[in-house]
């Protein structure tokens, strides 16, 4: 696969593992996207991880959670005020423009254009966040 | 050295620079100057100043994490001495970014954010250098993808073009680790 590189792999292998282990990611549109979306994911390595709070919050348990309700995540007031509750259509609005969205928020980031790109990402979110193997 | 030492002084106040210089890009606190309404631009432009330490507070964090990752690489017995050296290098670079970051944060009337007292990496799959190599790898690609997309929010120019700045570094410090692992150190045209 053109552009493969580690990280990616690392998460290729992980939704692999997650197949081996009996988890319901077979070979299919959706986790193509995610394939993809992880690649896209790397671009938020700097301050995220699925598993642990860094500069920003942990991305396991995303779905369905109310933005800024982390108990051990320091929050701007914008988003813990937001009532926000992330899914794929918060996330797509979010993604797509930080800081238009939530004004006040601490992820100064421009924002993902590209709305094919925001629909990869978060079927990865989607797929690492129902496997065992990347959000045990 | 500070941020705002990569231009004049003056362009602190980056809307009234955006007024001086386009009519076109008329800020709402320029086109609130426009009408004398000094009040109004006044809060717009501590806003703006808000939104602007945000960024350089979140892009400190991150820079913090850095320089602590390049400490546990270094401590990890895994490097040979040319790679450590270059490590070393690189986390004296990202301790400079944070340092810079710290002293405009603090120039913004913003208190910066301090390093946590412990970081937590991902250490068990750190198992040889190529290993260390690529995880800092995956972090400085990604701090490449922040100073990229926080350049456009900042509402003052001299500091997206002192992010820019460091972004440069940090595409580097890519670049080089990519290439310590026989990976096509520029693989790409354009970063995201």
Same mark, same amino acid.
């Not at chain 1, 797929?127 to 990347?134: D, I, M, P, V």
């Not at chain 2, 705002?4 to 980056?14: E, I, K, W």
């Not at chain 2, 991902?122 to 800092?136: G, H, I, M, S």
């Given at each position: ?9 690392s ?7 997650? +197949?081996?282990s009996?988890?319901? %990611?077979? /070979?299919?549109? =959706?986790?193509d996207? &995610?394939?993809?979306? *992880? ?19 942990k ?25 926000? +509750?992330?899914?794929?259509?918060? %996330?797509? /609005?979010?993604? =797509?423009?930080?800081? &238009?969205?939530?004004? *006040? ?32 | ?54 960024i ?9 994490e ?7 690489a ?26 810079l ?92």
């Amino acid at each position: 696969m053109p552009g493969l590189n580690w990280l990616a792999a690392s998460i290729l292998a992980g939704l692999a593992a997650a +197949v081996a282990s009996g988890e319901a %990611l077979t /070979r299919s549109p =959706a986790v193509d996207d &995610a394939a993809r979306g *992880g690649e896209i994911y790397e671009r938020c390595a700097a301050c995220h991880s699925l598993d642990r709070n860094r500069t920003g919050p942990k991305h396991c348990g995303l779905l369905g959670r109310r933005a800024g309700s982390l108990p051990d995540f320091e929050y701007s007031p914008a988003m813990r005020a937001s009532g926000i +509750v992330w899914s794929e259509p918060t %996330l797509d /609005r979010f993604l =797509a423009a930080p800081t &238009a969205v939530v004004p *006040g928020t601490y992820m100064g980031y421009a924002g993902i254009d590209d709305a094919r790109e925001r629909t990869d990402l978060i079927a990865y979110l989607k797929a690492a966040n129902s496997s065992r193997a990347l959000c045990p | 050295m500070s941020f705002f030492a990569f231009s004049d002084a003056r362009l602190v106040m980056p809307d009234r620079r955006l007024f001086l210089g386009s009519a076109a890009l008329l800020s709402g606190a320029a086109v609130a100057l426009l009408a004398g309404r000094d009040a109004l631009a006044a809060e717009s432009r501590g806003a703006t100043e808000a939104n602007d330490t945000n960024i350089l507070n979140t892009a400190l964090g991150a820079e913090h994490e850095a320089v602590a990752a390049y400490q546990v690489a270094a401590e990890s017995g895994l490097l040979e001495k040319p790679v450590l050296a270059l490590a070393t290098q690189f986390q004296g670079h990202h301790r400079e970014h944070a340092e810079l970051l710290a002293k405009t944060v603090a120039q913004l009337g913003g208190k910066p954010a301090a390093a946590k007292a412990r970081y937590t990496f991902p250490t068990e799959k750190l198992k040889t250098q190529a290993d260390v190599l690529r995880f800092a790898a995956q972090l400085e690609k990604g701090a490449v993808s922040a100073y990229l997309n926080a350049v456009p929010v900042f509402g003052s120019r001299d500091l997206a073009k002192a992010a820019a700045s460091i972004l440069g570094d940090e595409a580097m410090h890519w670049a080089v680790l990519r290439h310590a692992v026989g990976e096509n150190p520029v693989p790409v045209a354009f970063v995201s």
